[in-house]
């Protein structure tokens, strides 16, 4: 008898619960804000709160050390470190423009073959530059240095300019300078061939020591870098409420087109494929055939980038590291060659992404539906194999994707990791 009362009652729970969720989805459409429990795994992984603790840099002693952040933080606006005088590494990477440009190419020396892309969070990546021609953030911010369109300076000025002005906070962090004055005013191994021809004057011995007082500028540059994380955005308090099922809050923050949005990014239109973890990227190479520019040499990517990478005397395994070539499993075992490389860029995050136009490595596009629509369509690439398919979305589920995209913008501009 009690047993047939609880099959009943249970009975009616069923129809009511049913009911409830007919309902539901009648009231609110098919954009309701109902996740699976595997959307809601997806969701959490993509959320700033599942960004793990920034790991140690072991090619770099003073990545945490904050008086070499603090150097570091008032040499990526010194002008100082340019041919001119005028141009620093915030003239393209503003702090607000989220450390980006506004321009397809960089301008300052001169103009850059690609694209200035954020620095926000990019200290997670095991590789930098979209060809991932440096294996670490202290390795990549001395290219720039000597680079002729960028600051257009050398190594052997950056090493007198460091001595000049910044002589007690270096040695405070770094011991002893050693004496410069000797030493020719501008010599490296740059394009430029008297400052060339200058420093292959210099013994070997001169050579290593101007190289050291190099490396740590960039080691500090990077310790200043490696604060640069993205704020938190709408979404992130999306999926907080997500995860709390709570309804209204999830109403309240989201509406219809953004949640049909993020659905199209982690379905249909498979972003999350290379997007993904709480930065929106995988941190690897894959060719999305972003058309050639007319009258430029084919851009090869990744397959020239890992070439230069292993070549970096500045590289984890170099004489300038602070790592144990145990410490340096990326460097040692990365991938050199195969077809999938041949024209693959690195996933940049899209954190910020509504900010940060123009997009992709060439900065091709200059908005967000041109990127959507290239990605709609995804034509063949040449070099190389694209890794995309079309899409197929409606015009509709493209205005929802880009609703989405514009949920990934931070109130603040950059939030400073302060341990
Ligand atoms: C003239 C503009 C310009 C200047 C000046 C400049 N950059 Fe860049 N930066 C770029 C461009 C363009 C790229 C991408 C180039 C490429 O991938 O080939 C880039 C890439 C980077 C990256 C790699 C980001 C990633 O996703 O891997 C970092 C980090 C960076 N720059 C930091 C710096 C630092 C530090 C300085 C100063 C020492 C600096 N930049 C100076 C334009 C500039
Ligand atoms: C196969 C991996 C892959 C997939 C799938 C993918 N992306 Fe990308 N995404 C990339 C790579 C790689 C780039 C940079 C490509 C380049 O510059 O050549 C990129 C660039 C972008 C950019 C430009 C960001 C910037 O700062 O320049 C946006 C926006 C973007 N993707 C959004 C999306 C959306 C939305 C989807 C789903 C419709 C998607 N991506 C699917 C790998 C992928």
């Known amino acids: 008898m009690f047993k047939r009362w609880l099959l009943l009652a249970g009975m009616l729970l069923i129809v009511l619960v049913g009911g409830y969720f007919a309902w539901a989805q009648g009231t609110f459409g098919s954009n309701t804000h109902q996740w699976e429990a595997a959307d809601l795994r997806v969701l959490r992984s993509l959320s700033l709160d599942a960004l793990p603790p920034l ?10 050390d904050p008086r070499a952040a603090a150097l570091g933080q008032v040499l990526f606006s010194d002008t100082q470190f340019s041919a001119n005088g005028q141009f620093s590494c915030a003239t393209c ?3 607000d423009k989220f450390f980006t440009d506004g321009l397809p190419k960089g301008q300052a020396m001169g103009t850059t073959p690609r694209h200035t892309p954020t620095i926000v969070g990019v200290a997670y990546d095991p590789w930098f530059y979209w060809d991932g021609r440096r294996d670490s953030q202290w390795a990549q911010a001395l290219t720039p240095l ?3 369109a960028e600051h257009g300076t050398n190594r052997t000025r950056v090493a007198h300019t460091v001595a000049e002005f910044y ?10 300078l050693p004496e410069l004055s000797r030493l020719p005013g501008e010599a490296g191994p740059v394009v430029d061939p008297i400052t060339r021809a200058a420093w292959d004057s210099m013994s070997e011995t001169d050579q290593h ?3 050291r007082i190099f490396a740590n500028v960039g080691k500090v540059l990077a310790a200043y ?9 709408r979404f992130d ?3 907080t409420a997500a995860v709390a099922g709570d309804q209204s809050a999830m109403s309240d923050l989201f509406n219809a087109d953004e949640v049909a949005g993020l659905r199209i990014f982690m379905g249909a239109g498979n972003c999350t ?15 999305n055939g972003i058309p050639a520019e007319a009258g430029v040499n084919f851009d090869m990517g990744r397959v020239d980038g890992v070439l230069q990478a292993l070549a970096d005397p500045f590289n984890c395994l170099g004489a300038y590291s602070d790592a144990d070539p145990s410490d340096c499993a990326e460097t040692r075992f990365a991938k050199t060659d195969g077809d999938e490389i041949i024209g693959a860029f690195k996933t940049p995050t899209l954190r910020n992404v509504a900010n940060t136009a123009p997009y992709m490595h060439k900065g091709t596009f200059a908005d967000l539906d041109a990127v959507l629509n290239h990605y709609n369509l995804a034509p063949a690439a040449f070099p190389g194999h694209s890794d995309l398919l079309p899409l197929e979305l409606t015009d509709q589920e493209i205005a929802q994707l880009k609703a989405f995209l514009f949920t990934l913008s931070a109130d603040a501009e950059i939030s400073m990791n302060d341990e």
């Open 225 to 233: 870098q490696r604060q640069i994380m993205p704020g938190r955005s």
């Open 93 to 95: 990477h503003q702090p």
């Open 167 to 176: 002589a007690d906070k270096y040695e405070a962090i770094f011991g002893p």
């Open 55 to 64: 790991p140690p840099d072991p090619s770099n002693a003073v990545s945490d």
């Open 146 to 148: 000597e680079a002729a």
């Open 237 to 239: 308090d999306y999926v």
């Open 273 to 287: 494929q290379c997007h993904n973890g709480p930065l929106f990227t995988n941190a690897s190479f894959h060719n």
């Open 209 to 211: 020591a101007v190289n």
